[in-house]
């Protein structure tokens, strides 16, 4: 009972207050026996707990409030460490620095992918209309909807409230003197401004779209075909040229899209201008995005299930196509497929992004912690003189955090000021329009407060309890020494961070080479000086007079017209060999005419020879794949027939060797190119010209010249053959340069670390090499010396590196068919460069320290 | 501040402590007002008390007087100020000056 009396009273109120208890105890036990009186003293204790007694924790009499003052000394302490030892404290700033300016931008990045189409008013009940095919066994699957689906969800399923259709395309557009290709050019229904929340600064969204050949425009196209003034006078009523046939309307000036959203858009025209949206379509050309409004908390599996079984009733069983339903804000960033209508991008590389900056981040307390570990020595002796001035262990803390604090406030702030200076640079990079709004928004200076406490709590707080925790007589006797816990925790966190650097570079290391990899493949046609030239379908009558022309041309080797460029085939349709719904085959397919082999120097295996003029059949020329997908060896396929279209016959005349006509990322698929009298209108699409030339630019000119005096309608354009391809691992190219940038920069904070680690080592080193130096050491043997512990430490991390590195770019690795192999070149070249530049930085301060004259360490004691 | 205000209960310990004189400590005050009011008291509310009087100067106290029934610890003995025992001099006039005013008891 005593004891729960001692807990809670305060020692000035505890004599009185027991001795008067123990005295009435007495009383009681005289009067009423020892029972009474044991209770009556339980009791009594008990009642005691009054406010009188308790211990008051803040003021126990012997300290006054004081936090104000101490917080202020605790400041003017950390601003005098940092001005005093100025190397040390700047390896600390400049690391967190960095990291938190890392770390902001990939907080910038993938704040900005997730936002987007977050500005939908109904984003929540909107939701797109993938397709899947079914030919066969095999399927697939596309972002875009036949024309018939919006319509016909919303006659028969109540759930579905409206529905709007996007038809891509791209349109020459003229006014007055300007005329330029527009490839954001999109067909749309009237409900577009209702069902997505796109804002118009001129004219009625309602009915905008309402009338055919009514156009809606953006303000970028409004300042690029009217002018600076445009705002001046309405645009309403104004008329725009398009492919030179048809007159629209402006009916409408729209704010341009915002930055994160997956739709972008120059030219919104009506949907009614399109022949198809007279008839109810049907199910025969997918090329329309769908986006339809449900009812709130629609149960959409179900929804899904439920057309999907009328689908199947409508087809008798058989189900050639599966409707999807997909959730809008689900589709930039978790959509394989493309839409054709904005970017696209991928959860998994904002994943890898926030994992890079998170990394970065650590490495930089990681730096802070083992430095201020390191140095515990130096401070010991402080923490044992406030210890035995009073000072209690929770100031100790506070005053160690308030120091970490303090550091990381300077970063934060200098962070800002660097953030202004490359976010132009981030952006180039990242390929994407971010801002700082660090006063307009809440939303960053919050950011920036939180990276502020909680770097100052992940760093500082080891540091804070470890420091606080020496003994105070073992620290003031002298016979303090690190620790061989906080020596083993140092150790193990720098290996931490040196394996997180290896990871990256060898990273960084493996993209490029996949990368010239796919630069360097023998692709199997020759991609280098060929130009290409986009047609439309009014180009048609000019095509072969316009060929004639080029071919004259002593520098232009041959000319070829083809549907798809080689580097992407992706149009698919079906092919078969039989008769019969079963025998339906989906395959890739181009046309190509006469002169298609031979400038594109493709290696022909068997037959090769069309007709010179072309016959009213079809004639087949097919890769291997192909020919050995239908059975066939190379010389066999030659002369065999083959329906296309589902309608026509037609003969195969050629095989030529696989070539990569799509990704790297894909196996090569069984391909068909077709020649005919009359190909589809979609078949004509590119003229390529081989060039042999030496002054480029002449030739240029020259090819110029002839497309202006022949197609008159068409502004000229022209595309390298390799730059399409380039293109098309552009993603891979930004994730390499951005890998690269931000694995230099782990490798720069470890190292700032290692250095600062390095330099306080010797330091501490100094006598003994002093001693060393007397005894005889040569230079090279202290060097040695002094590199010899950190050096272990970057072995081990190199082989938890590479490792690492090892399985997930192995991963990585796997999104492509064909691929570079992460040889021993890699390894060799990650560690050869790790262990150099670390060497490097440690040399710094071994070799000064191993030149220093041993008299003028030794002399000072 | 409050501090001259004298509750009813503080009025009772502290006349206990005056007429107690030199013997005034928590357990003799206790045992006193026990007697004349016939009723058991804690200590706690003794303690509360003599604290409170203390804090608004109406008493002062010195620690003194180790008995082995005390197990050899001292007690704190209250004594009452001069602003104390003005205290109670004002309290009772009132009262008296009061009760005066009230017809049916005065005259009877």
Redesign the interface.
């Known amino acids: 009972m005593d004891r729960l009396l001692a807990l809670y009273c305060s020692a000035r109120r505890f004599?009185?207050?027991?001795?008067?208890?123990?005295?009435?105890y007495?009383?009681d036990f005289k009067d009423r026996g020892w029972g009474y009186a044991n209770r009556a003293y339980l009791?009594?204790v008990l009642?005691?707990l009054?406010p009188?007694?308790y211990k008051h924790p803040q003021s126990n009499g012997n300290h006054h409030n004081n936090s104000k003052d101490m917080i202020l000394k605790h400041l003017q302490l950390a601003f005098r460490r940092l001005t005093r030892q100025f190397s040390y404290s700047m390896i600390n700033i400049m690391g967190l620095t960095m990291g938190i300016v890392c770390f902001t931008f990939i907080y910038l990045y993938v704040d900005h992918e997730m936002s987007f189409d977050q500005f939908h008013a109904k984003k929540e009940n909107l939701y797109t209309t993938p397709f899947t095919w079914h030919f066969g066994s095999t399927s697939l699957p596309t972002a875009r909807a036949t024309s018939n689906v919006g319509p016909m969800l919303q006659a028969n399923y109540p759930e579905v409230l409206d529905f709007v259709r996007l038809r891509p395309t791209s349109k020459v557009v003229k006014h007055e003197d300007m005329v330029a290709k527009e490839d954001a050019f999109i067909y749309t229904d009237s409900t577009f401004f209702d069902l997505l929340s796109f804002e118009l600064l001129e004219g009625n969204p309602t009915t905008a779209l309402v009338e055919p050949k009514s156009v809606v425009i953006t303000e970028n196209m409004a300042l690029k075909y009217f002018g600076e003034q445009w705002q001046q006078s309405s645009l309403l009523g104004k008329m725009l040229d398009l492919d030179a046939k048809d007159n629209y309307q402006i009916t409408g000036v729209a704010k341009n899209p915002p930055n994160n959203s997956h739709i972008k858009f120059d030219f919104l025209a009506s949907f009614s201008s399109l022949p198809e949206s007279q008839t109810m379509g049907d199910f025969n050309k997918s090329a329309y995005l769908t986006y339809v409004e449900l009812v709130p908390n629609t149960n959409i599996d179900q929804l899904k299930n439920l057309i999907n079984e009328d689908l199947k009733k409508q087809f008798d069983g058989e189900l050639p196509v599966e409707v999807g339903l997909k959730a809008l804000d689900d589709i930039y960033l978790n959509y394989s497929m493309s839409t054709g209508v904005g970017p696209m991008s991928n959860i998994k590389t904002v994943y890898i992004f926030a994992g890079i900056g998170l990394l970065i981040i650590v490495i930089a307390c990681i730096n802070y912690m083992n430095l201020a570990t390191a140095r515990s020595v130096e401070r010991a002796r402080e923490v044992g003189v406030r210890k035995v001035m009073g000072a209690a262990r929770r100031q100790l803390i506070g005053q160690f955090l308030g120091e970490s604090m303090f550091i990381t406030f300077v970063s934060v702030i200098l962070a800002i000021g660097l953030m202004h200076v490359f976010l132009p640079l981030f952006n180039s990079l990242a390929d994407k329009q971010l801002v700082l709004n660090l006063f307009t928004n809440i939303q960053l200076p919050l950011f920036l407060f939180t990276i502020w406490l909680s770097i100052s709590l992940l760093a500082g707080v080891y540091p804070a309890f470890a420091l606080s925790g020496f003994s105070i007589i073992g620290v003031l006797r002298g016979r303090f020494k690190n620790s061989a816990s906080g020596s083993m925790l140092r150790k193990v966190l720098v290996v931490f961070q040196f394996s997180i650097a290896v990871v990256l570079i060898v990273a960084t290391i493996v993209i490029y080479k996949q990368l010239s990899f796919v630069n360097d493949k023998d692709l199997g046609y020759d991609k280098d000086l060929i130009i290409s030239l986009p047609l439309d379908s009014q180009s048609r009558p000019q095509i072969n007079v316009l060929k004639q022309q080029y071919e004259s041309l002593a520098d232009i080797a041959s000319t070829s017209v083809t549907g798809q460029l080689p580097s992407c085939i992706s149009f698919e349709s079906t092919m078969s060999i039989k008769d019969g719904e079963e025998n339906r085959q989906l395959m890739r397919l181009s046309y190509i005419d006469n002169d298609y082999l031979e400038t594109l120097g493709l290696e022909v295996i068997a037959g090769g020879e069309m007709s010179p003029s072309n016959t009213e059949e079809y004639e087949f020329i097919l890769n291997e794949s192909a020919a050995s997908f239908f059975g066939w060896t190379p010389e066999g396929a030659i002369g065999e027939r083959m329906k296309i279209w589902n309608s026509e016959w037609g003969t195969i005349v050629g095989v030529v060797k696989d070539f990569h006509f799509s990704s790297l990322h894909e196996k090569i698929q069984p391909l068909v190119l077709y020649n005919s009298e009359n190909p589809k209108e979609f078949g004509l699409n590119n003229l390529m010209l081989r060039v042999v030339s030496d002054d480029f630019e002449q030739t240029l000119l020259e090819v110029e010249n002839i497309w202006t005096g022949i197609m008159t309608h068409k502004p000229f354009e022209y595309q390298f053959l390799a730059d399409k391809l380039d293109s098309s691992y552009q993603k891979e190219q930004h994730l390499s340069e951005l890998i690269g940038i931000f694995s230099l920069l782990a490798i720069f904070i470890g190292c700032l670390g290692l250095f600062g680690l390095v330099s306080y080592t010797t330091h501490q080193r100094s006598k003994e090499i002093g001693i060393r130096k007397v005894m005889g050491a040569s230079v090279s043997n202290i060097i040695m010396i002094l590199s010899k512990g950190f050096s272990r430490q970057i072995f081990v991390s190199l082989i938890i590196g590479t490792s690492m590195a090892y399985f997930i770019m192995g991963e990585w690795l796997k999104s492509f068919e064909y691929k570079t192999v992460i040889g021993v070149d890699v390894i060799l070249l990650a560690t050869f460069g790790t262990i150099g530049i670390s060497l490097f930085t440690m040399s710094f301060k071994s070799v000064q320290a191993a030149l220093l004259n041993p008299a003028d360490i030794l002399r000072s004691e | 501040m409050k501090a001259t205000n004298l509750g009813d209960f503080e009025e009772l310990v502290l006349m206990s402590v005056c007429i107690l004189g030199k013997q005034a400590y928590a357990v003799s005050v206790k045992l006193d007002l026990e007697e004349r009011i016939k009723k058991p008291i804690n200590i706690s509310a003794i303690h509360t008390a003599l604290y409170r009087l203390e804090d608004k100067e109406f008493l002062n106290s010195k620690m003194d007087g180790a008995t082995s029934e005390r197990g050899g610890r001292r007690k704190r003995y209250f004594m009452a100020t001069s602003t104390g025992e003005q205290a109670l001099v004002r309290l009772k006039s009132l009262r008296n000056t009061m009760y005066q005013l009230i017809p049916a008891l005065s005259n009877g």
Request: aromatic share 16%; charged share 35%; net charge negative.
């Open positions: 004599e009185e207050v027991q001795g008067d208890l123990h005295e009435l007495r009383y009791w009594n009642k005691c009054k009188y007694a």
